[in-house]
Nanobody
């Protein structure tokens, strides 16, 4: 059974950091891109970043470049290190598996990141 499980969210002050994790199981991790997508309160889904689990190539949305870093390890975990957080980064963060360009077939349950003073 394919599963993606996020963790690491929480409450942090502006300028602070959080590290989100996405634990994958039930599939050959290195065959897929893993994406991070977020949803702010009352808004739609917003793509954040992705990583090629095989070669480690990454991509970022412009609004997180220089602040967020995506990585993965050999134990099927993907990470999103979020630094210099802003109130507008408050959102439910999901990791998702890409089955084809722009198509995601499995999602995690999400982890909430709240940036507030």
């Amino acid at each position: 059974e394919v599963q993606l499980v996020e963790s690491g969210g929480g409450l942090v002050q502006p300028g602070g950091s959080l590290r989100l994790s996405c634990a994958a199981s039930g599939f050959t991790f290195s065959n897929y891109y893993i994406h991070w997508v977020r949803q702010a309160p009352g808004k739609g889904l917003e793509w954040v970043s992705c990583i090629n689990s095989n070669n480690g190539n990454t991509a970022y949305a412009q609004f997180v470049k220089g602040r967020f870093t995506v990585s993965r390890d050999n134990a099927k975990n993907t990470y999103l290190q979020m630094n210099s957080l802003r109130t507008e980064d408050t959102a439910l963060y999901y990791c998702a598996r890409e089955i084809d360009t722009g198509l995601f077939d499995y999602w995690g349950q999400g982890t909430q990141a709240t940036v507030s003073s």
